[in-house]
């Protein structure tokens, strides 16, 4: 069997386990000084003047909301493609969450929809920075400034990119980064608030620190979990224990997608795991990470252009876009293919996993039923494949993964052309 390529790839520092075993010695694994010293240096590498870390991207979410200074009951705008815990929270909050559709070129909110999901009862809007590409804040920010609408930008994919050198999650009155096992600065979990306005911040903050500390079993538990998970998706590890249920899932035209993320469903009552504090250990990693971040996602945007150039001219293929003024963090690399499923069916039985579920349309899950909208560029870009260009994979990883994609676009091209010759 070949060796198989998972669609995702985790960063890893090369010292974690003797950071780790470093910070359990000194009985730091709960409470220590790198908490503050994280969310510093945080604020202090991307330009916000404040961060409050918690123990997700959503929560931080959630305590910015609870923390704003605007009647509940209004509404909340967010763009129809993005991840469904984001909408709910802000139900959970006591909001109402209103969708706008995205542009399918860049996957991202569209300055338009925004303008006309936008009503007298509209507060805030939360642009969603998918797969790493920054929204058109230009145009964003001169619709909430005309508007008066507060903009939460989410920023789970996009750490390190920026718009008009301007650090996502710093353009608008406050933004979220997800520091999960598999995002741009991985902590093994955990999330972080940042913000501008003191007084917000300091409100943000309260929330957070009202919650208790982590046992220590359950600290243990997050840093086992995301090795396990990090470990499993490495390539010899990949190919002998996830990869061959994937490749038997192909043959029989199934898709375990669906098993493979948490089950939508309403968050009235947090999982446990919500009302924790982010742990000292879990900071020192990034702390650490935060020295590497930079190289990280330098080979990253290096492997897209790799896979951009094998690709190119490749008839049915419609590439990632970046438009001027803005980098792109590539936390996914989002490409349109003919017969999304067959391909993607070919690729992993030539030993390579594509990605086509992650984010949600939310305007038309039923969860959102009575908050529902039309959303023809959601529903176009939902149609898209992620092809893996992640930080740790080689050049000759690319040129293998860009081949087989070719490899089935060309396949499913050659079998219409016979087609149409009989």
């Known amino acids: 069997m070949l060796t198989a390529i998972s669609r995702y790839g985790a960063r890893v520092l090369p010292n974690t386990q003797q950071l780790i075993q470093e910070i359990d010695g000194r009985g730091e694994l709960i409470e220590g000084p790198h908490l503050a010293q994280f969310e510093a240096a945080f604020a202090r590498r991307f330009g916000a003047r404040h961060a409050v870390s918690t123990s997700f991207g959503r929560v931080a979410f959630y305590y910015l909301l609870k923390a704003l200074d605007v009647p509940r009951g209004s509404e909340i705008v967010f763009p129809a493609l993005t991840f469904w815990v984001m909408p709910e929270m802000a139900r959970v909050a006591g909001f109402k969450p209103v969708f706008a559709d995205v542009d399918p070129v860049t996957f991202t909110l569209d300055p338009q929809a925004l303008e006309r999901a936008i009503t007298t009862r509209t507060v805030a809007v939360v642009p969603t920075h ?22 939460i930008e989410d920023c789970a994919h ?29 902590t093994y979990g955990g999330g972080m608030a940042v913000m501008a306005d003191e ?24 840093l086992w979990h995301g090795r396990v998970q990090r470990i499993s998706i490495r390539p010899r590890v990949f190919t002998w224990t996830l990869f061959p249920v994937l490749w038997t899932c192909a043959m029989f035209n199934t898709n375990p997608d669906v098993y493979l993320w948490e089950p939508i469903g309403p968050l009235d009552q947090f999982p446990p795991v919500y009302r924790e504090r982010y742990s000292n250990v879990q900071a020192a990693l990034g702390l650490e990470a935060l020295k ?21 001219g490749v008839p049915g293929i419609q590439l990632p876009t970046v438009p001027e003024g803005r980098t792109h963090a590539f936390y996914q690399y989002c490409a349109y293919v003919p017969s999304r499923d067959e391909a993607v069916r070919f690729c ?72 149409a010759a009989l």
């Open 130 to 151: 998918l797969w790493g590409l920054p929204c058109d804040m230009d145009a964003i920010m001169d619709i909430a400034r005309r508007r008066r609408l507060l903009v």
């Open 158 to 186: 996009a750490l390190g990119a920026t718009h008009r050198g301007r650090s996502v999650g710093t353009i608008g009155d406050a933004g979220i980064f997800s520091l999960q096992t598999l995002k741009p600065l991985n």
């Open 199 to 222: 007084s917000l911040a300091t409100r943000v903050r309260a929330l957070a620190e009202a919650e208790p500390y982590p046992t220590e079993p359950s600290v243990r538990k997050k």
């Open 292 to 312: 590497h971040l930079d190289r990280w996602t330098e080979t990253t945007r290096r492997n897209a252009g790799r896979m951009t150039m094998a690709l190119a």
């Open 348 to 419: 992993v039985r030539q030993g390579v996993d594509l990605e086509t579920l992650h984010v949600d349309l939310c305007s038309s899950l039923p969860l959102f039923k009575r908050f529902s909208a039309s959303a023809p560029g959601g529903e176009r870009a939902q149609q898209a494949v992620q092809i893996p260009i992640y930080e740790s994979l080689t050049s000759d990883d690319v040129d293998r993964i860009a081949t087989v994609v070719r490899d089935a676009v060309s396949r499913r091209s050659n079998r219409f052309r016979a087609a």
